[in-house]
């Protein structure tokens, strides 16, 4: 029992410096409006590289989503 509370205790100790050696990744959200079918696109972006997550229907709206990817600076990554 001694050396489960031990594990858990260092566990908990390692947890901020493993994140800390990472920048947090940022989430930028476009939703369309009722007439775009509200789809949302998620732009996922780390320090240099971006993923977008589902594209949005109307050429409009897709518009809207490349200049968020564009304004970010962020390199857009494909997905394999």
């Known amino acids: 029992m001694k050396k489960a509370g031990l594990a858990g205790m260092l566990l908990a100790l390692a947890a901020p410096a ?20 509200s789809v949302t696109s998620t ?8 993923i977008l997550v589902d594209a949005q229907f109307r050429n409009s709206d897709a518009e809207k989503v490349a200049e968020k990817i564009a304004a970010s600076g962020k390199k857009l990554r494909r997905s394999s």
């Open 18 to 37: 493993a994140s800390a050696a990472r920048p947090p990744l940022q989430l930028d959200v476009y939703t369309a409006p009722p007439e775009g079918l």
């Open 43 to 50: 732009l996922i972006s780390g320090p240099n590289e971006a």
